[in-house]
């Protein structure tokens, strides 16, 4: 079994509040979940800051291969949308 965890840094360009931040930040997650299944997704720091934030992923597997590569993927969709922009990514992968 292996446990992936991506901790991402998100800059937001465009909001002007918080509100908007989060408006932002609820229709990327809701993209990223939609598009890939069996994940865990949520901000995990940068909550009162309305220009970033960090976003925790999870996913488990039965191959260190295929969870780094559907980390992967979902970063690669993260890069192709206009609103926000990566900062930094950090990937963790743990074997049991």
């Known amino acids: 079994m292996v446990v992936g965890v991506a901790k991402i840094e998100l800059y937001f360009p465009y909001p002007n509040s918080l509100k908007e931040k989060r408006q932002i930040l609820r229709a990327l997650t809701q993209k990223i979940e939609s598009n890939f299944k069996r994940?865990?997704?949520?901000?995990?720091?940068?909550h009162d800051l309305w220009q970033k934030a960090v976003i925790g992923i999870s996913l488990v597997g039965n191959d260190k291969a295929f969870v780094d590569s559907r980390l992967t993927a979902i970063i690669e969709f993260i890069k192709k949308?206009?609103?926000?922009?990566?900062?930094?990514?950090?990937?963790?992968?743990?074997?049991?």
């Open 39 to 46: 994940i865990s997704i949520g901000e995990v720091d940068g």
């Open 81 to 96: 949308i206009s609103d926000v922009e990566i900062v930094n990514v950090e990937i963790d992968l743990i074997g049991y």
